[in-house]
């Protein structure tokens, strides 16, 4: 398993960083965030070190995501959650701060102030449709 010295969630793979786990297989390890935006705030990570999505694995990052489902579903059974946030920040400008792969699995509550203040980041606004088409044709076109 590829391991990076000085990598806060290696740590937490190899045991040398307590953490709260709350699952584990072949490829992937999850535990609680320790700053929870909501009740249940959940990481999942592959135990292969990569340093953010342009760098995992394809496989690890598909562990990762039935991880994630399994988590979610959890969530939902287990916690009483009315629906589930998957986020991950690729990159400093996407508020990404460790960087070690992860998903945030976090569980949303309806109407419970208590467990969930979470708002949406941005105001739904209808878009320029010529930047939306400039976009597309980029987003298109092999990189
Ligand atoms: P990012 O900002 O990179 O998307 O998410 C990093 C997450 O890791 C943050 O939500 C932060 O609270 C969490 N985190 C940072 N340090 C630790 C730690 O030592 N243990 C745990 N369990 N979570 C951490
Ligand atoms: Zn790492």
């Not at 609680?32 to 394809?58: E, S």
């Not at 467990?115 to 606004?125: A, H, N, V, Y």
Request: proline share 7%; hydrophobic share 40%; aromatic share 6%.
């Amino acid at each position: 398993m590829t391991q990076q010295p000085d990598c806060l969630f290696c740590g937490i793979v190899a045991g040398t960083v307590p953490s709260t786990q709350v699952d584990e297989d072949e490829r992937t390890l999850t535990f609680m965030d320790i700053n929870p935006g909501t009740d249940g705030h959940a990481l999942v990570i592959p135990k292969a070190h990569a340093r953010d999505l342009y760098d995992i694995d394809p496989g690890d990052l598909a562990a990762c995501s039935v991880t994630a489902q399994r988590v979610a579903g959890r969530a939902v059974r287990q916690l009483g959650a009315d629906g589930v946030n998957l986020i991950n920040c690729a990159g400093e400008a996407a508020w990404q701060t460790v960087f070690h792969f992860h998903l945030h699995v976090v569980p949303r509550y309806r109407d419970d102030q208590a467990r969930d203040s979470l708002r949406l980041p941005w105001t739904p606004t209808p878009g320029d449709p010529a930047r939306i088409a400039a976009a597309a044709d980029l987003l298109r076109a092999a990189g």
